[in-house]
């Protein structure tokens, strides 16, 4: 076993690479706040008011988890569209790292400031149902999205089907290795609503069909690429029969496939990611990772401002809707940066 200055170096030159793949485009992210205010507990709430059709006076407050996060504000852009289109004034609000305690404060305030809706990924289901009932009890239309909590107190939920994509998550790795794997898996933490539904459903699919695909560990990296790196080593050294990794979020596989480079084990470690960030777009395109189920975060945030305008407007809406995921590959991956190929 490496000691632990050698393993300290070796992560000290993958994140450090990994750093500079991703720096200018998280300078860049942070550039786009028009407003942001710290918190008591450290977190940073950004809120950023989109530019709308006039002729309205409909408010909706968007909850993101990651307010800067490339992936959320894929998110971002498609509410705005939705909101220009539907003359509906989005306000941006999240903080920097995820805090659902401050989620919660924010959607508070949605309802003293009197909003017209509210959307909201309700990231720890239980933390957020005193809220929703209050929401309820001033009729302000609640729509979830990427992860759902209380149905029968919000209005709709908008987002991936959790269990189809745990499902697939599952046949895929069954499949690449011919039904015989150890796996590790990396996920935001253990009590994120989604990744707990998608991760049930992709061990009943491999207690089923594939029982010979095992999971080794399963580890959490808090949606950071660096804490990923060090969870990454660590699960190398103690578990060096591990032959696939599955990240269950967008920040993970980037850094797993960092690792691998460093220890010269690319091509020996199969890395399937989740999501389309850049870093991993190019893992992907170099045959550095095999592939990433790249949920459609932009459609999620158009159809949850679809669904909030027809609630506001007293129309029928669909208890939930699917926004859908991809399987990008090598094979698909510049028609992915190219093209709409959902």
């Not at 989005?90 to 404060?105: E, F, H, L, Q, Y």
Request: negative net charge; contains cysteine; aromatic residues 8%.
């Amino acid at each position: 076993m490496k000691s632990d200055h050698k393993m300290k170096k070796q992560y000290g030159t993958a994140a450090g690479r990994l750093k500079r793949a991703v720096a200018m485009g998280m300078v860049i992210v942070c550039l786009l706040a028009l407003c942001a205010c710290r918190t008591t507990e450290g977190a940073i709430v950004f809120e950023e008011e989109s530019v709308t059709e006039a002729g309205t006076d409909m408010k909706i407050m968007f909850i993101t988890p990651l307010a800067k996060h490339p992936i959320w504000l894929e998110a971002k852009a498609g509410a705005e569209d939705a909101g220009r289109e539907l003359g509906a004034t989005i306000t941006w609000r999240g903080p920097d790292i995820t805090d659902a305690d401050n989620m919660v404060g924010v959607m508070e305030e949605a309802i003293e400031q009197d909003y017209d809706a509210i959307i909201v990924y309700p990231i720890e289901p239980e933390l957020f149902v005193d809220v929703m009932k209050k929401t309820a009890d001033a009729g302000i239309p609640v729509v979830t999205v990427c992860g759902d909590s209380a149905p029968e107190l919000r209005d709709s939920y908008v987002g991936t089907d959790v269990e189809r994509f745990g499902q697939e998550a599952a046949e895929l790795i069954g499949q690449k290795s011919g039904g015989q794997a150890n796996v590790a898996v990396l996920c935001t933490d253990y009590d994120v609503i989604n990744q707990i539904q998608e991760y049930e459903a992709f061990l009943k699919v491999l207690e089923e069909k594939y029982p010979d695909v095992k999971v080794v560990v399963r580890e959490t990296d808090d949606t950071d690429s660096l804490k990923a790196i060090q969870r990454t080593y660590e699960i190398l050294e103690k578990h060096p029969e591990v032959d696939f990794f599955w990240s269950m979020e967008g920040a993970g596989a980037p850094g797993v496939v960092e690792v691998l480079k460093e220890k010269d084990m690319l091509g020996k470690v199969t890395v399937l990611g989740t999501d389309a960030m850049e870093p991993m777009l190019d893992a992907i395109e170099a045959g550095e990772a095999w592939g990433s189920l790249a949920q459609n975060f932009y459609k999620m945030g158009k159809l949850a401002v679809e669904n909030a305008v027809n609630h506001i407007n007293g129309n029928d809406v669909p208890d939930t809707t699917d926004s859908g995921f991809v399987f990008i590959t090598q094979e698909n991956v510049q028609s992915y940066r190219t093209e709409s190929i959902f």
